[in-house]
């Protein structure tokens, strides 16, 4: 795969937490730094996309797990 370099710029605490969770799984920075940016980018999607799915659920009337099972059945 290729990779990109990126600058970032860390608050101490920020900085010295990255560096024990890496020695602490015996990983580089960079690894730890990538895992973390890529879980996050994650759950962002996951929120986007939990809200555009509400927003079309509800506009079907699927408003509760009743009217699911409902519409179902």
Do not use: P
Request: positive net charge.
């Amino acid at each position: 795969m290729k990779t990109r370099t990126m600058t970032i710029r860390l608050d101490s605490n920020l900085d010295d937490l990255l560096t024990m969770v890496s020695r602490r799984l015996g990983r580089s920075r960079s690894d730890v730094a990538q895992d973390a940016i890529r879980r996050q980018l994650h759950v962002w999607e996951l929120k986007c996309l939990r809200q555009r799915m509400t927003s079309l659920a509800e506009a079907r009337e699927y408003l509760t797990d009743e009217n699911v099972f409902d519409k179902a059945s």
